[in-house]
C-alpha cells in the first residue's frame, strides 16, 4: 500500500536554476539539496528540509503547471504571503486558509495554511 510521497516534481525550463534557487531557497526556505551525480548533468534543482521534498527538472519543451500543483502546508499564511508579495511573487487567496501562487516558472503552487 502507498504510504505517502516522497518528492514532487515540477518542471522547468533550461538553464534557470539560479532562478529557481532564488525562490524555493531564498523565498520559500527551502534549502537547496546536491542531485545526484548521474542526475545533476540534466540540469534542475532540488529543494528539500524535514517534510518538504521540491523536485525541479528540465523539461526541453517546458510549459508550467497550470490545474495540477502541490499543496504546501505552511506555519503562518499571512507571513508567507507577505513575503511572497514583498519578493514581487503575486498571491491569490480562495479563503483565510488557502492562497495560490505561482513559482519564477508559472507553476502553480496552492498554501495551505498548517491546522495543527
Not at 531564498?26 to 528540509?49: C, H, Q, T
Not at 499564511?77 to 486558509?97: I, K
Request: no cysteine; proline share 7%; net charge negative.
Amino acid at each position: 500500500m502507498i504510504v505517502g510521497i516522497d518528492h514532487v516534481q515540477l518542471a522547468m525550463p533550461a538553464g534557470l536554476e539560479d532562478k529557481a534557487r532564488e525562490f524555493y531557497a531564498g523565498v520559500l526556505g527551502i534549502p537547496e539539496v546536491p542531485k545526484p551525480a548521474e542526475l545533476a548533468a540534466r540540469g534542475g534543482a532540488w529543494f528539500e528540509n524535514e517534510t518538504v521534498k521540491i523536485h525541479l527538472g528540465v523539461e526541453a519543451d517546458f510549459r508550467p503547471a497550470r490545474k495540477a500543483h502541490p499543496g504546501l502546508l505552511v506555519d503562518n499564511l499571512s507571513a508567507v504571503a507577505r513575503t511572497l508579495t514583498d519578493s514581487g511573487y503575486d498571491v491569490r487567496f480562495e479563503n483565510s486558509q488557502h492562497a495560490y501562487t505561482d513559482d519564477p516558472f508559472g507553476n502553480r503552487l496552492e498554501l495551505i495554511q498548517n491546522p495543527a
